[in-house]
């Protein structure tokens, strides 16, 4: 009879989830921005086009933060369950931030309600300032959830012997050396992709030329500026992640370019196979890039695989989690760079099909960047939990009901995607903007090219 591993099931639960959480964590962080946005530039260009947009897309974001509260909780639950050991040692250490996020959320839930009551019962900049707490709390959510998984990657607050944790410092814990770059580029990359999210909305509308063209030119104007801005920072900022990572954290760095060999003049890697010697075949090779990225100079040296000890180093399948998150990267900014350079070239004429194509594809291809970036940060730090302190396979659960768990689990998550896709899709179909357009007193309600 075979052995039951719990390990194996717990982290696949787990994986699960989160993979299914980011997504709606995503976009509950970043489309407050773009709402704001919209209301800005309604009020800046007294263009009501745009204070539909914020109308719009706030109704759809109650529907996500709804979803994003149950796979939220459910984390919550699989961490005490599935990882108890964990929680055992991290928990006094991380108990501040976990409580923090939830007041940050009463926050964003709150204001929001307040928001979406008060749109014809208050002027447009006084409405305008009951969004701020909602961007201030969706962001800050991020901000300490991440601060959590920052200390699972540099631990410090606390002194662990014999297995008891004394001494903490839960502030100290919550501002470890990986929280700046982590915190900055979950950010900067939640709002890049809900603006390309939003971008191939209307993309879509143009290529269906549904409703009024103009009102979805203007979303896809703001919604690919927005999303190219962000782009840029979040490559900006993943610079800096690989600098740090390069001084801290050298085996995540070298596992994700198969780097063995100790080096200056390093090269990175991209694509490729790796053979069973270690060799790797088909990549293309970028002279001394590595050493760039890690130091900002070609002299720069990169410790390689080989010093680290064979049970210490990450899965070497996430050098592909962490090309494709690099090259998503990218090509949404080269997407958007076209289309602002079209946009600004042929603004009388319709955009080709081609381009509204590539931006529609643009919308999930961020959302696969954002999950491979989480699982290159998460399967980068195996074999540990608590690096340095505590391995994956010591603190899971020894139940032998994980798989059960992870059945439910899966049901659950499907109905939630089912009903999301429905009432979404029901929303806005029942909310034409033709007739919303018509409704707010724009003449005609549709506009041709």
């Not at 299914?20 to 773009?34: D, E, L, N, R, S």
């Not at 745009?50 to 979803?67: E, K, M, N, Q, S």
């Not at 879509?204 to 919604?223: M, V």
């Not at 319709?350 to 940060?377: D, E, H, K, N, T």
Request: one cysteine or more; charged letters at 15%.
């Amino acid at each position: 009879m075979p052995i039951y591993d719990s390990v194996f099931y717990s982290r696949l639960l787990t994986e699960t989830t989160l993979a299914f959480h980011i997504i709606f964590a995503t976009i509950g962080v970043g489309v407050p921005v773009m709402i704001m946005l919209a209301e800005l530039a309604s009020i800046k260009r007294k263009d009501p086009y745009y204070a539909l947009l914020a109308r719009r897309w706030a109704r759809g974001f109650v529907i996500t933060v709804a979803i994003g509260v149950v796979t939220g909780t459910a984390i919550g639950l699989q961490l005490s369950l599935l990882w108890p050991k964990f929680m055992e040692i991290a928990g006094q250490a991380i108990a501040l931030p976990l409580f923090l996020e939830t007041f940050a959320f009463f926050i964003e839930a709150i204001f929001l309600g307040i928001y979406l009551y008060t749109w014809e019962r208050l002027k447009p900049k006084h409405h305008l300032l009951l969004l701020v707490p909602v961007v201030i709390g969706s962001s800050a959510s991020a901000f300490f959830i991440t601060t959590v998984n920052a200390f699972m990657n540099t631990p410090q607050g606390f002194t662990l012997k014999d297995g008891l944790i004394t001494n903490v410092q839960p502030i100290l814990a919550m501002f470890n050396p990986s929280m700046p770059t982590k915190v900055a580029h979950v950010l900067s990359s939640a709002y890049m992709t809900s603006a390309f999210i939003l971008a191939a909305i209307a993309a879509y509308s143009l290529l269906r030329k549904k409703g009024d063209t103009l009102y979805a030119k203007k979303a896809l104007k703001l919604t690919v500026t927005a999303g190219l801005v962000f782009a840029i920072t979040t490559a900006m900022i993943g610079d800096l992640s690989a600098k740090f990572l390069a001084h801290t954290q050298p085996e995540k760095l070298a596992a994700a370019e198969w780097h063995f060999e100790t080096t200056k003049n390093a090269p990175l890697v991209l694509g490729g196979i790796l053979t069973e010697n270690n060799e790797v075949k088909y990549a293309l090779k970028i002279p001394y890039a590595l050493s760039i990225l890690a130091g900002g100079t070609p002299g720069t040296e990169v410790k390689g695989l080989n010093d680290i000890p064979k049970d210490l180093r990450p899965p070497l399948y996430v050098h592909y989690f962490f090309d494709a998150m690099v090259a998503i990267g990218m090509f949404v900014i080269v997407v958007a760079i076209c289309h602002m350079w079209y946009a600004r070239k042929k603004s009388r004429k319709p955009y080709p099909r081609w381009l509204l194509a590539i931006i529609v594809v643009c919308g999930p291809l961020s959302m696969l960047g954002i999950q491979c970036g989480w699982f290159y940060a998460e399967v980068g730090r195996q074999p540990w939990i608590l690096r340095g302190y505590m391995k994956v396979a010591d603190a899971a659960t020894t139940s032998q009901d994980v798989d059960t768990m992870l059945l439910l689990f899966c049901l659950l998550y499907i109905v939630l995607a089912l009903t999301a896709v429905k009432v979404l899709s029901k929303l806005f179909r029942k909310n034409d903007v033709a007739d919303e357009l018509i409704a707010l007193g724009i003449f005609g309600g549709r506009t041709k090219e």
